[in-house]
């Protein structure tokens, strides 16, 4: 079947601008996450959601940040006021629920490029 | 403190030959999950394997097996029988089930392996 998947794939935008990142996930998980990956570096969390819970916000390093998730379904991830340091890959992933040894399965990611 | 410990740097290994990746740990939570991923230069990440920390074996998943020491808060993994498509970053990845209730993943920084021909 279809894995995550994410669009756009890249995407460059100058500083001060607002972008949208869009996520699908594998059709019946009902968690999915975000997570950012810098330069060389390992994933940061960025926010969670759990079928109609309400999502775990703690990961978001400013309120530029915000995320939604419609329908249970896909989720668009906003970062407003862009700013260099924004630059990374935004990483989706969605995962079965209430199992704890599942695996979360990644889409292929955004590379962010803000000038 | 880091929760995820990943500090070898880039590692290279014959073809064919073993290798191990090191992976240490911190959580006071009595039970999590440790997990490693694979995320070769196309930038994809591919699950490899999962170790819970009550399970008694050892983790294994084809030529990958994981050495879990509990008690000294590692999980490292073996890489058996190299092959030029293991060339890529590791990250080692854990989830706390009671303190970390939103399951995400805690990543360490990952390591490069290379294999030579």
């Known amino acids: 079947g279809a894995g995550v998947s994410q669009s756009p794939s890249n995407k460059v935008t100058e500083k001060g601008k607002d972008v949208e990142l869009r996520c699908d996930p594998i059709?019946?998980?009902?968690?999915l996450y975000w997570y950012r990956q810098s330069l060389g570096q390992g994933l940061e969390f960025l926010i969670y959601?759990?079928?109609?819970?309400?999502?775990?916000k703690s990961g978001l390093p400013s309120d530029r940040f915000s995320a939604e998730r419609t329908g249970g379904s896909v989720s668009t991830l906003t970062i407003q006021r862009t700013q260099q340091e924004d630059s990374a890959v935004y990483l989706c992933?969605?995962?079965?629920?209430?199992?704890?040894?599942?695996?979360?399965?990644f889409g292929p990611g955004t590379r962010l490029t803000v000038t | 403190a880091q929760k995820i410990t990943q500090t070898q740097p880039g590692m290279f290994v014959q073809e064919k030959e073993a290798v191990t990746l090191d992976c240490t740990y911190d959580?006071?939570?009595?039970?999590?999950?440790l997990f490693w991923y694979k995320q070769p230069s196309s930038g994809e990440m591919i699950f490899l394997i999962y170790?819970?920390?009550?399970?008694?074996q050892n983790a294994t998943e084809g030529r990958y097996s994981l050495n879990f020491q509990k008690a000294r808060k590692s999980a490292n993994l073996v890489i058996s029988a190299s092959q030029l498509g293991d060339s890529a970053m590791y990250f080692c990845a854990m989830r706390e089930f009671y303190t970390g209730a939103n399951s995400k993943l805690t990543f360490g920084k990952g390591i490069t392996l290379s294999v030579r021909p």
């Open positions: 959601f759990q079928g109609n819970s309400a999502p775990d």
């Open positions: 059709s019946g998980h009902t968690a």
């Open positions: 992933a969605s995962s079965q629920p209430g199992l704890g040894t599942s695996e979360q399965y």
């Open positions: 959580t006071s939570d009595p039970s999590y999950g």
């Open positions: 170790q819970g920390s009550y399970d008694q």
